[in-house]
């Protein structure tokens, strides 16, 4: 199936925002300038401003426009509530990726795995771990299954490149949800044999189970990261006036190389403001926590 105009539109706005051609704090050209230059209808730019709405870089004035109020963070940022490829993350913070493919082999899920990973026992699945390198540094170790029933024709060469890009692009299934759990943990030996740990004995794992359009669960990864490069992004809009949301998040401060950060307490009560964007650098054992 074929991605919806809108998404092309709201990728191409997202990317002139992260270039700066609509730089911090600027006005959108008008509905009518973008429906004349990507040729759709009213709809489906509101549909990708909406997205972008979602993502935290644009807010909505009515009547007066809509103000970009993306800034690039000077980690590279990972975004909780949006689904992005690693190589577009790359991309959008302007480095270097390779992938380098570690394992790619069949496996069958026992009751055990079934248990933590949500799919059925006796599911056939594939099996892939890769490490992640960002401007010639290993950062990041990706341990993924894919149910091989969904995920037909995966090979070792396309899990080098892009598997989202293959899902998407050759298989033409709509990837819709991802459910996400973030904790930090201690670093195994084989993070440490892997990784680049520059002197952490903890990273940050990212737990994602994956559904497609029909609901159906395909993908269940566990992403290690080293924590010195990353920080976890997110936007929570629409607020009500007057609502208070917590957000639980944990620091460390990379020069002082700790291993236990200070727990952080927001309470974002926000009267005149219907945006706020959440960041942090994760560096201790318990699960981010949104209200």
């Not at 051609?21 to 709809?43: F, G, K, M, V, W």
């Not at 979602?54 to 689904?83: H, N």
């Amino acid at each position: 199936m074929p991605k919806a105009k809108y998404e092309g539109i709201y990728r191409s706005i997202k990317k002139r925002i992260e270039a700066q051609d609509y730089p911090y704090q600027s006005l959108l050209p008008s509905e009518n300038t973008l429906i004349a230059e990507y040729d759709c209808s009213r709809n489906t730019v509101r549909r990708a401003i909406a997205e972008l709405i979602a993502d935290g870089y644009v807010q909505s004035m009515q009547g007066r426009g809509v103000r970009v109020i993306y800034q690039p963070v000077g980690k590279t940022t990972f975004t909780i509530g949006g689904i992005e490829t690693f190589q577009e993350t790359a991309n959008r913070n302007r480095l270097h990726a390779v992938t380098r493919v570690i394992r790619f082999e069949t496996i069958i899920a026992t009751e055990q795995f079934a248990a933590e990973s949500g799919f059925s026992e006796g599911d056939e699945l594939w099996a892939v771990q890769r490490v992640r390198y960002l401007d010639g540094k290993a950062l990041i170790l990706d341990i993924n299954y894919f149910l091989k029933e969904f995920v037909p024709g995966l090979t070792e060469e396309i899990a080098s490149h892009s598997i989202y890009d293959f899902i998407e692009n050759v298989l033409g299934m709509q990837i819709i949800t991802s459910k996400r759990r973030i904790t930090v943990e201690h670093a195994t030996a084989r993070d440490e044999k892997l990784l680049d740990m520059d002197g952490y004995d903890c990273v940050a794992v990212v737990v994602n189970q994956t559904f497609n359009s029909d609901g159906m669960l395909f993908e269940y990864t566990q992403s290690r990261h080293q924590p010195d490069y990353f920080c976890f992004q997110d936007a929570i809009s629409s607020v009500s006036p007057g609502t208070n949301r917590t957000i639980f998040a944990f620091r460390t401060s990379p020069r002082e190389r700790k291993t236990k950060g200070d727990v952080l307490r927001y309470k974002a009560h926000r009267p005149n403001s219907t945006h706020a964007i959440f960041i942090s650098t994760v560096c201790r054992k318990e699960q981010m926590i949104f209200f």
